[in-house]
């Protein structure tokens, strides 16, 4: 059997020759940390009643590092004393040749160590008194030297005050023989190996108690980050609303999808360069559903179905451009036109993803961000079915009451902006963009003509920085963001009665 660890067997060695002993004395004399003596009396003490152990309270002096410099340098009021020549010296000067005048003046004035007199517009300060005996220095330097009873208590609590010193609570254990007192302890095992088990010596070995109030070790796992929480409720809330999720794992789309399937015109000032970052290698993209193709291009320059579309040349080098997507309505694009394809039948889609413009960078816009994006897909849906959809889903947010305001996008008629109002912030702010899909989208996908789609879409930096009390994006997102805050950021749970984190906003 293996022998106790050395700290252990010293600690019983010490004990055999001595009646009693204090751990705090025991952990000067081996020369180790306090706190490795108390473990090693634990681990005595789950042995069995080697040692008899007590708690013990002590009441430690120690100065502050202030307080040290003050032992070595003397007090604020005895440096001042010391600045002050035998001839005098302008309080302009003194200020300038001492640092932290302050404390030291004005306890040297009330000590009647110095005096000022009046010159001109300055002053003139000079000694009142021949020498001057530092007391506090004295005091500090006995305290250091492990002399503190020398220094009576009131003065103690004056330079508690002062910031000078500080009062320790130390507990300690007193040792003395328990009643199964030995020098010579198995060390009981903490495993039972397949060798016990197989030679059967697990029969005579000790085996240590468990122990039930040791605390776990920290599991050094991942954290989610802010967005990625907020993620996961607005997940929840589609889901408890019957959405399905739509794959929205290609952050690079065409022209095609991202704007002319969605009746977005080619010379919508939105394709420009400024606001979409286009992709020069591929550059692109050139399978597309030829039939479907047609159509879109028959829409867009000559119209149809009742309507009189762009008048304008359609040209698919334009359609074929590569590019960051600008938004998930996108992928809402290709997923109804495979609805279409594939028989129709009334759907519900989400997603939250992300998508990248060309902006100018600054505390609350950065070129990329997250969108959180519902469509639902059914026969002869109207507005009032997206208004009455729209507060259900912020319903679920905490957010109950809403305003709609008339907006456009060249995919859907009409189009409204949503607001809602935030008791914490106190007024209306914008929280998403909504419409009914235009015919001329949904009719050259194939989709029947009693059919309608509403959709709605929102940011998710937005509610998270709101959420979370942040109003700098770039404390949310990109390489300067504190790790630590991701790591301390509470699980995200919007509230259910209530308005959207009226309990963290410290805007
Ligand atoms: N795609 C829109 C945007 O980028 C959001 C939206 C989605 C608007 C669906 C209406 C319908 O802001």
């Given at each position: 059997?293996?022998m106790?660890?050395?700290?252990?067997?010293?600690?019983?060695?010490?004990?055999?020759?001595?009646?009693r002993?204090?751990?705090?004395?025991?952990?000067v004399l081996f020369r180790v940390?306090?706190q490795?003596?108390?473990?090693?009396?634990?681990?005595?003490?789950?042995?069995?009643?080697?040692?008899?152990?007590?708690?013990?309270?002590?009441?430690?002096?120690k100065?502050?590092?202030?307080?040290r410099?003050?032992?070595?340098?003397?007090?604020?009021?005895?440096i001042?004393?010391k600045?002050?020549p035998?001839?005098g010296?302008?309080?302009?000067d003194?200020?300038?040749?001492?640092p932290?005048?302050?404390i030291?003046?004005?306890k040297?004035?009330?000590?009647?160590?110095?005096?000022?007199?009046?010159q001109?517009?300055?002053?003139l300060v000079t000694?009142?008194?021949?020498?001057?005996?530092?007391?506090?220095q004295?005091?500090?330097?006995?305290?250091?030297t492990?002399?503190?009873?020398q220094v009576?208590?009131e003065?103690?609590q004056v330079?508690c005050?002062r910031k000078?010193?500080?009062e320790?609570?130390?507990r300690?254990?007193?040792l003395t023989k328990?009643k199964d007192?030995t020098?010579?302890?198995?060390k009981?095992?903490?495993?039972?190996?397949?060798?016990?088990?197989?030679?059967?010596?697990?029969r005579e070995?000790?085996?240590k108690?468990?122990?039930?109030d040791?605390l776990?070790?920290p599991?050094n796992c991942?954290?989610l980050h802010?967005?990625l929480?907020l993620?996961?409720?607005?997940?929840q809330?589609?889901?408890?609303?019957?959405?399905?999720?739509?794959?929205t794992?290609n952050?690079?789309?065409?022209?095609?999808?991202?704007?002319?399937a969605l009746?977005q015109?080619?010379?919508?000032?939105?394709?420009?360069a400024?606001?979409t970052?286009?992709?020069?290698?591929?550059?692109?993209?050139?399978?597309?559903?030829?039939?479907?193709?047609?159509k879109v291009k028959?829409?867009?320059?000559k119209?149809g179905?009742?309507?009189?579309g762009?008048?304008?040349?359609w040209?698919?080098?334009?359609?074929?451009?590569?590019?960051?997507?600008?938004h998930?309505?996108?992928?809402?694009?290709?997923?109804?036109?495979?609805?279409?394809?594939?028989g129709?039948?009334?759907s519900?889609?989400?997603?939250?993803?992300?998508v990248f413009?060309n902006?100018t960078?600054?505390?609350?816009?950065?070129?990329?961000?997250?969108q959180?994006?519902?469509?639902i897909?059914?026969?002869?849906?109207?507005?009032g079915?997206?208004?009455?959809?729209?507060?259900?889903?912020?319903?679920?947010?905490?957010?109950?009451?809403?305003?709609?305001?008339?907006?456009?996008?060249?995919?859907?008629?009409p189009?409204?902006e949503?607001?809602?109002y935030?008791?914490g912030?106190?007024?209306?702010?914008?929280?998403?963009n909504?419409?009914?899909f235009?015919p001329e989208?949904?009719?050259?996908m194939?989709?029947?003509?009693?059919?309608?789609?509403?959709?709605w879409?929102?940011?998710?930096?937005?509610?998270?920085m709101?959420?979370y009390g942040?109003?700098?994006?770039?404390?949310?997102?990109?390489?300067?963001?504190?790790?630590?805050?991701?790591h301390?950021s509470?699980?995200?749970?919007?509230?259910?009665?209530?308005?959207?984190g009226?309990?963290?906003i410290?805007?």
């Amino acid at each position: 059997t293996e022998m106790c660890s050395d700290l252990t067997e010293r600690v019983l060695l010490y004990l055999d020759g001595h009646e009693r002993v204090d751990t705090l004395h025991l952990a000067v004399l081996f020369r180790v940390d306090h706190q490795k003596v108390i473990g090693a009396v634990k681990s005595l003490q789950a042995v069995g009643d080697l040692v008899s152990v007590e708690q013990m309270v002590h009441k430690e002096w120690k100065l502050t590092d202030e307080g040290r410099k003050v032992a070595e340098n003397g007090s604020h009021e005895a440096i001042v004393y010391k600045a002050v020549p035998l001839q005098g010296i302008l309080l302009s000067d003194l200020t300038n040749n001492v640092p932290d005048l302050k404390i030291g003046f004005s306890k040297a004035m009330s000590y009647g160590w110095i005096k000022v007199t009046k010159q001109g517009k300055d002053s003139l300060v000079t000694r009142k008194v021949e020498s001057i005996t530092d007391v506090v220095q004295e005091h500090l330097r006995d305290i250091l030297t492990d002399n503190s009873s020398q220094v009576d208590d009131e003065h103690k609590q004056v330079y508690c005050k002062r910031k000078l010193l500080q009062e320790l609570t130390i507990r300690s254990y007193q040792l003395t023989k328990g009643k199964d007192f030995t020098i010579s302890v198995e060390k009981a095992q903490s495993d039972l190996t397949v060798e016990m088990v197989a030679s059967g010596s697990w029969r005579e070995e000790k085996f240590k108690p468990y122990n039930l109030d040791a605390l776990g070790a920290p599991l050094n796992c991942g954290h989610l980050h802010p967005l990625l929480r907020l993620r996961a409720e607005f997940r929840q809330i589609f889901l408890e609303m019957g959405f399905t999720e739509m794959p929205t794992n290609n952050y690079i789309e065409n022209s095609f999808w991202n704007f002319d399937a969605l009746f977005q015109p080619q010379q919508h000032p939105a394709r420009d360069a400024h606001d979409t970052f286009f992709i020069s290698n591929p550059q692109i993209s050139s399978h597309f559903p030829p039939e479907y193709l047609q159509k879109v291009k028959q829409v867009h320059s000559k119209g149809g179905y009742g309507s009189q579309g762009y008048g304008c040349d359609w040209k698919i080098e334009e359609a074929q451009k590569n590019l960051l997507r600008t938004h998930t309505t996108a992928v809402s694009a290709r997923m109804l036109y495979l609805l279409a394809k594939e028989g129709f039948k009334p759907s519900k889609y989400f997603s939250i993803d992300r998508v990248f413009r060309n902006e100018t960078l600054d505390a609350t816009h950065l070129a990329e961000f997250h969108q959180v994006e519902g469509v639902i897909a059914d026969y002869s849906l109207t507005l009032g079915d997206l208004i009455g959809t729209l507060y259900e889903f912020f319903n679920k947010l905490g957010i109950t009451k809403l305003q709609f305001k008339p907006a456009y996008n060249p995919y859907t008629e009409p189009s409204m902006e949503v607001f809602c109002y935030h008791a914490g912030l106190g007024k209306w702010i914008e929280v998403g963009n909504s419409g009914i899909f235009r015919p001329e989208m949904l009719l050259p996908m194939g989709l029947p003509e009693d059919v309608n789609v509403i959709a709605w879409g929102l940011s998710l930096e937005r509610p998270t920085m709101i959420k979370y009390g942040l109003n700098n994006i770039r404390d949310l997102v990109g390489a300067k963001i504190d790790l630590q805050m991701v790591h301390n950021s509470p699980l995200c749970r919007l509230e259910k009665n209530g308005t959207l984190g009226t309990d963290v906003i410290q805007m």
